[in-house]
Each structure stands twice: as structure tokens, then as C-alpha cells.
């Protein structure tokens, strides 16, 4: 059985580490980056929004949303909280 491709978009927050907690920050009129593509599984929309964080290099927060049609399968609960490039402290 074949898995059915939905379109998906992904968005890139601003994001940093303060005082051990990850901060978002949203602007209004802000240009962000965004970028549409299609997946059928939640491990492939996240694996496609990891290359496109990784990708862009800076501190953010990764939001997916489907454009079309029904959630995969634990779709809610693997995209949640999603932060790339984060620089942790050192623990000594």
C-alpha cells in the first residue's frame, strides 16, 4: 500500500537560550523563512524541516503545519517543540 504525500509548510522562528529556557520571538512584519514541500509521514516532515533548519544555520524554532488534507500518525505530538542551531551551555 502506497503512503499518500500531503503538503506541508515549515516556518522558521527566531530563537535563543535565556536563563535555561528556549525563547521564541515573534514580530510582526517580520520576513521569515518558509518553505513548502510534501511528506507522508510525520518522521518525513520532520526530517525535511531538520535540513531546512540546518540549512538556514541560525537559533529557531521549527513550526509545521499542513497545508491539505488529514495528520499522520502522531503528527501533533513529534512536531510540538521543535528548536535547531540552539547553543547549550557547557555543564562542568
Known amino acids: 500500500m502506497a503512503l499518500k504525500l500531503r503538503d506541508f509548510t515549515v516556518t522558521l522562528y527566531p530563537a535563543k537560550l535565556e536563563r535555561g529556557f528556549f525563547v521564541t520571538s515573534?514580530?510582526?512584519?517580520?520576513e521569515l523563512p518558509k518553505k513548502q514541500f510534501q511528506a507522508a509521514t510525520a518522521d518525513q516532515?520532520?526530517?525535511e524541516a531538520?535540513?531546512?533548519?540546518t540549512e538556514?544555520?541560525?537559533?529557531c524554532q521549527a513550526s509545521i503545519r499542513l497545508i491539505q488534507g488529514r495528520k499522520?500518525?502522531?503528527f501533533d505530538a513529534k512536531t510540538k517543540s521543535l528548536?535547531?542551531?540552539m547553543e547549550l551551555p557547557e555543564v562542568a
Not at 26 to 30: A, R, V
Open 26 to 30: 515573534f514580530d510582526f512584519g517580520q
Open 45 to 47: 516532515a520532520i526530517a
Open 83 to 85: 528548536y535547531f542551531n
Open 50 to 53: 531538520t535540513a531546512f533548519a
Open 72 to 74: 499522520p500518525a502522531g
Open 56 to 59: 538556514h544555520g541560525k537559533g
